[in-house]
């Protein structure tokens, strides 16, 4: 659950930047006149570089960390935390997580960098190799030695890459997995970080997209873009300390803006499908007793071994029909 990776990580007193500040809406008028001219750039662009933060994913059930009603916020001023959110493994992409999705698909978007750990990125469709997720995946192990990553469908128990119990599986491998999380002061990954920044000095169109861009280096990032003689626009509900830098700010929630803005380009949202793989063993063996009977053994588990978690499962019922005799 999200609650639950924030537990996971250590205690910290100085969160760093500005909890619980106000948020602004702004009218519905004004929202179609900002969209208009995101609208306009975005369809000018040939390189637009999406940065995300938690508020893309609040409407799917999942609390942000420094809103007037997130975790970090509550915490600070001793307020018991709500328990009707959804927990990470239940959440589906929101309509901006398709929609960015759909923007990549198309050629627009040639990359996403985000600072969540919930992996719906990836669930709406945005290719891993297309995505930065600064501060890792609840989902994803990774190799201690070939550095290959495992996306899983449960999410890992520590952060701050401690090992998992599982091993590689590539040829002549075979090393300690470990969780691809990472805790406060953990260094961001260098791969993604440089690709993030490449993208991001090369783009035409940078949008930020639910993040109050309180956390250095990564609220740096899309700021390169207008050092570049690009468009920087945020949509966010609290102010930010980029917004003097920021071309457009649009106060509005995301799912909204993102709607506007791909009815105002003419493409499609496609819906979210959610499948779900598991592996059933059967194995029919004799009884062992004197009768000549036979006992059939049916064995439920995750695509990812026989010890891991199975999230999705809450029963399984099997049926077996005898042959007449």
Known sequence: MSLGYADRLKNKRNLGGQLGAKEYHQTFDEIKEGVKSLAKWVADAKRVFVFTGAGISTSCGIPDFRG??????????????????????????????????????????????????????????????????????????????????????????TVDFKPSGRLCDQPACGAPLVDNILDWDTPLPEDELGEAVRHAEEADVALVLGTSLQIQPANEIPTLTRDGGGKMVIVNLQKTPKDRRANLIIRSRVDLVMALLMKELGMQVPPYIRTERLVVEHELSHSGGGGGGRVLTV?????????????MVESVQISVTAEPE
């Open 299 to 311: 064995r439920v588990r995750s695509q990812h071994g026989r010890h891991c978690p199975l999230p």
């Open 68 to 157: 007037p009603n997130g975790i970090w916020t509550l915490r600070k001023k001793k307020i018991p935390i709500p328990t009707d959110f959804t927990p990470f493994e239940y959440a589906k992409p929101s309509f901006t997580h398709m929609a960015i999705a759909a923007l990549v698909a198309a050629g627009k978007v040639p990359y996403v960098c985000s600072q969540n750990v919930d992996s719906l990125h990836l669930w709406s469709g945005v290719p891993r190799n297309r995505l930065a997720e600064l501060h890792g995946n609840c989902f994803a192990e990774r190799c201690t030695q070939c550095r290959s990553e495992y996306a899983r469908d449960f999410q890992m128990e």
